[in-house]
């Protein structure tokens, strides 16, 4: 199992990243999604979830700022993140969506992401 994130940088203040996360060695259409964060310091958190179906949800630090989409076709999730703020400095990673039933794939390779004028 790879989970490879990438799209990360320096962006100021109310900038725009779009993040993906290329999956191998996992059925990825049959998995619901999800991304995470981890600020130094803090424990990772989760950020945003989509389905098999398409059905999003996000943590309410960034509802209304950060959209989550899947290309089945190319295994990968994308974290679309705009008007971005200091708070969301972090390294970024994709994984499973957490549900009863299931554990989460082995962490790959997250990206980092730095708000900062």
């Known amino acids: 199992v790879q989970l490879q994130a990438s799209g990360g940088g320096l962006v100021q203040p109310g900038g725009s990243l779009r993040l993906s996360c290329t999956t191998s060695?996992?059925?990825?259409?049959?998995?619901?999604m999800g991304w995470y964060r981890q600020a130094p310091g803090n424990q990772r958190e989760l950020v945003a979830t989509i389905t098999t179906g398409g059905t999003t949800s996000f943590a309410d630090s960034v509802k209304g700022r950060f959209t989550i989409s899947r290309d089945n076709a190319k295994n990968t999730v994308y974290l679309q993140m705009n008007s971005l703020k200091p708070e969301d400095t972090a390294v970024y990673y994709c994984n499973r969506r957490p549900s009863s039933g299931n554990i989460l794939f082995p962490w790959g390779q997250g990206t980092q992401v730095t708000v900062s004028s």
């Open positions: 060695g996992i059925i990825f259409r049959i998995n619901d």
